[in-house]
């Protein structure tokens, strides 16, 4: 049998004359917007990418490498180019709730904005909170207060011990509180030369003790007092300075999202919680000192008061008394 007749190049090969191309580089020609050969495909995706409601979903089959994830993109860009541009959503957190965040919805583009102002807001307080209680008008502040606090409490305190020393009677601080002693030129008195006083000056003496101890006694009283009013004037400074410290970066995005109240309520929800956080940080701090009276104790052995010397009898409760 014999073999067919080889055919030549000619035969074989058509060349593409350049002359009939309206273009010089296939770079330059625009991408196909639709494949050829799949118009039932685009159909279906056309009918299931129009389907409204919730819970539908494309679900496309073919050979690996076929490009069906580039084909679906494309066909979903071109899709959503004629729809509604849809609105951001944001999950916030909820401060009342913290195991169920808040979704809220925000114009096309604003939710990354929103992300971005947040992300600055906290940045910026966690560095100007901490600075504002470091700083000197904070601490001059503070100071103020337990200046004024001790000033209170000494007057008082001076007032007695003037009175004391009118009438020849020492206030003593000793380890257990204060006490009173009979003096003559400026010095306390032995026990054995109080013995020599006559019984008219022992009476006078003992009766100017017991009311000078009961006026030290309601000085003291008041020292919870004071402490309670130092309390809540720090209360006031913090608040103040909180404030102030907060107000001009939250006020400004409270302006800047004014148009969706949504987006304020979280703003103000944040300024409500560093506000809490910041009295809880300073809640643990140490309060002015009254340490004008350090070891002043009731009898009974509570706090802020003086420890009187027993009573069995006048004569034996200034002896106690009197220590040099």
């Not at 401060?95 to 808040?102: A, C, H, L, N, V």
């Not at 001059?140 to 009438?167: D, M, W, Y």
Request: neutral net charge.
């Amino acid at each position: 049998m014999a073999l067919p007749a080889a055919l030549t190049e000619d035969q074989i090969y058509h060349r593409c004359p350049l002359d009939k191309l309206n273009f010089e580089t296939t770079a330059t020609l625009e991408e196909l917007e639709l494949p050829f050969g799949q118009e039932r495909l685009l159909r279906a995706m056309e009918f299931g990418a129009s389907m409204e409601a919730n819970g539908f979903n494309l679900f496309v089959l073919g050979p690996s490498g076929a490009g069906k994830h580039e084909l679906v993109r494309q066909f979903l860009d071109k899709h959503a180019e004629g729809q509604p541009v849809p609105s951001d959503w944001c999950h916030v957190f909820n401060f009342q709730q913290s195991d169920k965040p808040k979704a809220i919805e925000l114009p096309p583009g604003e939710g990354g904005v929103f992300k971005r102002d947040m992300s600055d807001l906290a940045a910026e307080l966690k560095t100007a909170i901490p600075a504002t209680f470091e700083s000197e008008e904070y601490q001059a502040r503070i100071q103020e207060l337990q200046e004024e606090v001790t000033r209170r409490q000494q007057k008082g305190l001076f007032a007695i011990q003037e009175e004391a020393n009118a009438n020849n009677i020492a206030m003593l601080t000793t380890p257990a509180g204060f006490t009173f002693a009979p003096m003559r030129n400026g010095e306390v008195i032995e026990p054995e030369e109080y013995k020599t006083f006559s019984d008219d000056e022992k009476a006078l003496v003992e009766a100017k003790v017991e009311d000078l101890q009961k006026k030290l006694q309601q000085a003291i009283q008041q020292v919870p007092r004071l402490r309670k009013e130092v309390r809540e004037r720090i209360h006031s400074l913090n608040e103040e300075m909180v404030q102030l410290t907060l107000g001009g970066p939250i006020g400004e995005l409270r302006e800047k999202w004014s148009h969706l109240p949504e987006v304020e309520s979280v703003v103000w929800s944040q300024m409500r919680s560093q506000r809490r956080a910041a009295r809880l940080a300073l809640h643990n701090e140490s309060l002015p000192r009254c340490s004008t009276f350090p070891r002043a104790r009731y009898r009974n052995g509570s706090r802020g008061d003086v420890n009187l010397p027993g009573r069995q009898k006048r004569s034996s409760r200034l002896r106690f008394a009197i220590r040099r």
